[in-house]
């Protein structure tokens, strides 16, 4: 059984200076990964979500459902200006609503409305199937190989960057 990494080996061979190994491994992680971001934007497709929306209520529920702008920025990596246009475009939606701390009058936290939570879920319900479905290609043993081996990768890469 072939599939497109085969091609792409087949093609390359005797061309390029690769270990054909890890250029099949490499090859078929980033396509995995292109396939699984597919997934994502059909998915926020089908609840008439955009990729921004769907980031920040998710960052929102990660928190708890509530967060301060500042603290979103920093997890989106957003300058505090954009983070305010990107609140903006989702309390305008309905998505979310700003609420004036009792305590203390200058700090603001965001909150995930029903709305907003509802539509988070349905993106992480489409989302869920179909990666399922990508996994469960193989067994759950090899499931579990497969988790550890890419988390030793994970753990090797992340101690020399």
Not at 12 to 20: L, N, S, T
Request: no cysteine; charged share 30%.
């Amino acid at each position: 059984m072939k599939d497109s990494v085969d091609r792409h080996l087949a093609r390359w061979r005797g061309k390029a200076p690769f270990d054909e190994q890890v250029e099949a491994i490499v090859t078929r992680m980033q396509v995995l990964v292109k396939h699984l971001a597919h997934t994502k934007e059909a998915a926020l497709s089908d609840v008439g979500m955009q990729d921004f929306e769907f980031e920040t209520l998710h960052r929102l529920m990660a928190r708890g459902g509530s967060a301060t702008p500042s603290e979103l920025a920093t997890d989106l990596l957003l300058s505090p200006a954009g983070m305010t246009g990107r609140l903006d475009t989702l309390e305008r939606a309905g998505l979310v609503r700003r609420v004036r701390s009792t305590e203390d009058r200058r700090r603001v936290d965001v909150e995930l409305t029903p709305k907003g939570h509802g539509l988070w879920m349905d993106a992480m319900t489409i989302r869920a199937e179909v990666e399922a479905t990508m996994v469960n290609a193989l067994t759950p043993a090899d499931q579990v190989v497969l988790n550890d081996l890419l988390k030793r990768l994970l753990v090797k890469t992340e101690a020399t960057h």
